[in-house]
């Protein structure tokens, strides 16, 4: 099979190689990849920035990427049998640990993340555990099932933030997790739903509005009476401006990481009772709710602005980099 592999450490070092087909071993199923999506982890790997470096622990030559959507080939006996349409996870879990036992399988102590320690999605085959899997509905079409690993982020994010039908909440950075954090609070039945970006997001702020935001800005306001906000821009400064826009007992999510951390006013945290919670991606047993929250945000399909071959990776990065593209597919078909 064709696939985009990283020959080693180092920026840049990517080339479609020729590999044998991956052999699915017990509890696994061959995937025939139809879109795989890029994202800012994926750019790291290709800029080998530190993100890259201290995050994971690749062996090269190295699968990248880790968003996808296919059909299966070869299954498992508890697997989708072969035809299904598909989409899932990018953990491979242990399956066992407390942490997998506790609904927290993003924290488990053998966490491998595909096309970041083990081998990924961006190529014509991929040997996936069944158990990651989810099928897709025929009604939710493969430009938006190729969504559904940043959308399950966003998910987790809405869910771990706990947003009750009619509260407000806001969303700060207008991103791919960001908008479909946008569709996840309309599916959650937030009464009010504010997307914070810049000067430079106005195409996404557009489908923002299009996902269900009553308002959109291009700055975020100096103070806000939020009940829940959700950080997705990936700044110390983003942090600093959730807080301020979230009312007294409100709640921030902060889904973004970003490169340098910021000084956090824990007296103003204490007096005004906020919470602010980290997630990380999401538990396994989460995705079982994705395809139908997928298939409720057709408008998702818009945020693929980009479709590229397996030999257009450095390209694809740089369109994700310079914010040209909300978000890149790979499609191995293309070449
Ligand atoms: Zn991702
Ligand atoms: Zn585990």
Redesign the pocket.
């Known amino acids: 099979v064709k696939a985009a592999v990283k020959t080693g450490p180092g920026p840049g070092r990517l080339e479609v190689r020729g590999l044998p087909d991956p052999v699915p071993g017990p509890g696994e199923a061959l995937v025939a990849i139809r879109y795989a999506?890029l994202?800012?982890?994926?750019v790291s790997m290709v800029d080998w920035n530190a993100a890259a470096r201290d995050g994971y622990r690749p062996g090269f030559p190295l699968v990248l990427g880790?968003?996808y959507t296919g059909t299966v080939v070869v299954s498992d006996q508890a697997g989708p049998p072969p035809g299904t349409r598909v989409a899932g996870s990018?953990h491979v879990t242990c399956g066992q640990c407390r942490f997998c036992s506790a609904g927290s399988s993003m924290l488990c102590a053998r966490l491998a993340v595909l096309g970041l320690d083990v081998a990924g999605v961006f190529a014509e085959l991929a040997a996936l555990p069944v158990r990651n899997l989810v099928a897709v509905p025929d009604t939710v079409p493969d430009e938006v099932a190729v969504l559904a690993?940043?959308y399950a982020?966003a998910a987790h994010a809405v869910r771990t933030a706990a947003v009750r039908p009619g509260e407000r909440v806001a969303i700060v950075g207008p991103g791919a997790v960001g908008l479909c954090a946008t569709a996840a609070a309309r599916f959650a039945g937030a009464g009010e739903i504010a997307v914070f970006g810049t000067g430079a997001d106005a195409a996404q702020l557009r489908m923002a509005t299009r996902l269900g935001a009553g308002s959109t800005s291009d700055r975020a306001p100096s103070d806000g009476d939020f009940d829940v906000v959700v950080e997705t821009a990936g700044h110390p400064a983003a942090v600093a401006t959730s807080l301020r826009i979230c009312r007294p007992g409100g709640r921030v999510v902060t889904v973004g990481l970003p490169a340098e951390s910021l000084t956090l006013d824990t007296a103003e945290l204490a007096r005004r009772e906020q919470r602010l919670i980290g997630v990380r991606a999401y538990d396994l047993a989460e995705w079982a709710d994705v395809p139908c929250q997928l298939d409720a945000a057709p408008e998702l399909r818009e945020l693929v602005t980009h479709t590229v071959g397996l030999g257009d990776l450095a390209r694809a990065a740089e369109l994700l980099a310079t914010r040209q593209a909300t978000k890149v597919v790979v499609s191995p078909a293309a070449g």
Do not use: Y
């Open positions: 999506g994202c800012h982890t994926d880790h968003e990018a690993e940043p982020v």
